[in-house]
């Protein structure tokens, strides 16, 4: 017996199978288009985001007691760059390879002087300063009454009695160009979200 060949009979697809095939193709090519065009607007959003964040809007994590009772240890905080500071802002800045966060006390050219009872003086006035629950002359060897060079500004920690700050000459008055920002606002935790005075 003579094996049979079976010849494979090629049908010509439909008008619809054709239309159907097409569409296919053609979704499969939206798709891929789609998808492509997300992934770079979602890469140009986040680079962007990240660009904002690290020049114009840093966002720091508080570490440390020398703020309370206006920053507490763990508080999340973001900063707003800029270049003028002035007496009473929360101010971020680099300080061997950490960051720092003090209040403005004053600025170039202010005479500064804190008594033994830890009351300060900046240019023969005494501070009205609500944010400190304690005060305390803390841990202070420059020379008093001390004038602020100019270019740089001279901070102090809430907490006087913990805090080293500009009454340290470990760390004196801070260069302008070390600052990183005035810090805000606070978004963690979120019972305490808001601006910080």
Not at 27 to 42: A, C, D, E, I, N
Not at 90 to 98: D, E, H, I, L, P
Request: aromatic share 10%; hydrophobic share 45%; glycine share 6%.
């Amino acid at each position: 017996m003579g094996e049979e060949k079976k010849e494979k009979v090629l049908e010509t697809p439909t008008l619809e199978q054709i239309e159907a095939e097409l569409q296919k193709e053609n979704y499969k090519h939206m798709f891929v288009k789609v998808l492509r065009s997300t992934l770079y607007t979602l890469l140009i959003v986040a680079a962007a985001a990240v660009l904002v964040a690290v020049i114009f809007l840093p966002v720091l994590q508080i570490s440390g007691s020398s703020m309370t009772e206006t920053l507490w240890n763990g508080d999340i905080v973001v900063a707003l760059s800029g270049s003028d500071y002035k007496t009473g802002e929360v101010v971020a800045f680099y300080y061997n390879n950490n960051i720092l966060v003090k209040r403005v006390i004053a600025v170039s050219g202010d005479w500064v002087d804190i008594d033994k009872d830890g009351n300060v003086y900046v240019n023969d006035r005494l501070l009205d300063e609500p944010y400190v629950t304690e005060k305390s002359l803390g841990i202070c060897d420059i020379t008093l009454p001390y004038q602020v060079p100019e270019g740089r500004i001279f901070v102090l920690g809430d907490h006087r009695d913990t805090s080293v700050d500009s009454r340290s000459s470990a760390i004196g008055s801070i260069s302008e160009e070390f600052l990183v920002g005035k810090i805000f606002f606070r978004v963690w935790p979120l019972t305490d979200m808001g601006m910080i005075r």
